[in-house]
């Protein structure tokens, strides 16, 4: 690995040095490398963090900076702001990559940090792109050199730090969530990379018209990265189209929403099946459903469905549903729930999609109840309270003569033989004798089992105390 110094960073990468300042043709960079900000004023976004009176703004007027996490999604500005931060405070900045190196190249970067303050006291940041790719024991080497102040530690992910990054390494930053680029802000980053002479497109005095501007702006999801990818390729196609496409505005060319809508293709939303947003949406279609509002429902079932979820695990979790928040309430609903899943499985994509649809808009719209789901809470905490009891004798079996003997079966009462099919007789363990599981709400179909239980133990509370009257006499 080969490094080179700067006057404000260096950065390292797996082949080569790259000295964030120099200057390159515009022709071999990406645009959106090219128009990483050079200053912090020139930072769009994250106001939260950076505006006047916020965090990082205080930190930076005070000349420190602590270590960080910066948690946010792809093109929200991490690695931009990392850099930026690390020039505030004329430090000498690493440019680190979870994905391209390893605790060999931990060990280098600490030994050149430890020559660099014997030298001239000059802090090093060490900046950790993908963080969250590091396993623990990678995550650990930073440890006692982040406790020491040796380096200063700025992380990046986009995955929630609470289940990728350890404790100990947690405890010792400050995470800084990033949010998505509001649709404002990357039509300025966008309007800045049109004019901008000297890394941007300037040279071209390229247009937007303004519906293209805004169809651009809400297809990059929040991600300035995207957005200038968007409007690199959509600058080629215009430049390469001449006035075959229209020129206007003395003669400039316009980047036109029809080149705009053909760049963009198909829109990719922001997802990852196994991170933080796929629980969130599953989050929010589950608390839809339960809160009876089929139009979230079916918006967030839309929007995991159009991101790539398997429909087949939207089918088993609208399953489980129809068990923990409808019960017996609308026993209908774990038959629909059931029936979507065989529908999509025979159809599948597109046609099988709109049995989950349907599916989602009756378990959103069937009356409520989680009775069932408490009563097998209750359940298992007895279980797990009282262990092994035994099953009483006259509830056993008594296939043998053997079993007989020992009073397997001895006084079962068999319903059937009884009027209106109830019979007095305990059927838990003496140590849960007059324990109640399940307790029916009054909304549904469970009104009606509750109105039922509520008659039989009526009638047997009769019966009870007219053989307790017979047994006096």
């Known amino acids: 690995m080969k490094t080179a110094s700067s006057p404000t960073c260096i950065f390292f990468t797996d082949s080569c040095t790259i000295q964030y300042m120099s200057s390159h043709k515009l022709s071999q960079r990406p645009l959106a490398e090219?128009?990483?900000?050079?200053?912090?004023?020139?930072?769009?976004?994250?106001?939260?963090?950076?505006?006047?009176?916020?965090?990082?703004?205080?930190?930076?007027?005070?000349?420190?900076l602590p270590s960080l996490i910066l948690w946010g999604p792809p093109g929200s500005g991490k690695t931009t702001l990392a850099t930026l931060l690390a020039q505030t405070i004329s430090a000498h900045f690493v440019f680190f990559s979870a994905v391209l190196s390893g605790v060999k190249e931990v060990r280098q970067i600490v030994s050149e940090a430890q020559e660099l303050r014997a030298q001239s006291d000059k802090p090093t940041v060490l900046f950790v792109d993908e963080i969250h790719r590091f396993n623990k024991s990678q995550q650990d080497a930073f440890l006692p050199h982040v406790e020491s102040g040796l380096l200063t530690l700025i992380g990046a992910t986009t995955e929630n730090p609470s289940f990728e990054i350890t404790a100990p390494l947690l405890s010792r930053c400050q995470v800084l969530p990033l949010h998505p680029l509001d649709p404002q802000d990357i039509e300025q980053i966008v309007q800045r990379a049109l004019t901008d002479t000297?890394?941007?497109?300037?040279?071209?005095?390229?247009?937007?018209?303004?519906a293209a501007l805004h169809l651009l702006s809400r297809a990059a999801d929040g991600d300035g990265r995207r957005a200038l990818n968007y409007l690199e390729t959509a600058a080629r196609i215009t430049l390469e189209a001449g006035k075959q496409e229209g020129f206007t505005l003395a003669g400039e060319p316009v980047i036109s929403s029809a080149t705009v809508a053909s760049t963009l293709q198909q829109k990719t939303l922001r997802y990852d099946a196994r991170g933080e947003e796929h629980y969130n949406l599953i989050s929010a279609l589950h608390k839809s459903m339960r809160d009876s509002d089929p139009d979230g429902a079916v918006y967030w079932l839309g929007r995991m469905l159009a991101s790539g979820e398997d429909p087949l695990y939207l089918a088993r979790r609208m399953i489980r549903f129809a068990s923990e928040d409808i019960g017996n309430a609308d026993p209908q609903a774990l038959r629909v729930a059931l029936d979507c899943r065989q529908a999509y499985h025979l159809l599948g994509t597109p046609e099988g999609e709109l049995a989950l649809m349907q599916a989602a808009v009756y378990l959103a719209t069937a009356p409520k109840s989680n009775a069932v789901y408490l009563c097998a809470k209750k359940v298992q905490k007895d279980i797990q309270r009282t262990g092994s009891l035994p099953v009483p004798l006259n509830l056993r079996n008594a296939p043998t003569a053997l079993m007989r003997k020992l009073g397997y079966g001895k006084g079962y009462e068999y319903a059937?033989?009884?009027?209106?099919?109830?019979?007095?007789?305990?059927?838990l363990p003496?140590?849960?004798?007059?324990?109640?599981?399940?307790e029916p709400t009054t909304r549904g179909y469970e009104a009606v089992i509750k109105d039922r239980l509520t008659k039989w133990k009526q009638i047997l509370l009769k019966r009870q105390q007219h053989a307790q009257m017979q047994s006096t006499e």
């Open 430 to 438: 003496p140590e849960l004798t007059g324990t109640t599981y399940y």
């Open 34 to 64: 090219r128009m990483r900000p050079r200053r912090l004023k020139d930072f769009i976004g994250q106001k939260h963090l950076i505006g006047e009176g916020k965090l990082l703004r205080q930190l930076i007027d005070s000349g420190s």
């Open 198 to 210: 000297e890394h941007g497109l300037g040279e071209y005095h390229l247009h937007i018209d303004e």
């Open 416 to 427: 059937h033989d009884h009027r209106d099919g109830l019979v007095l007789q305990e059927h």
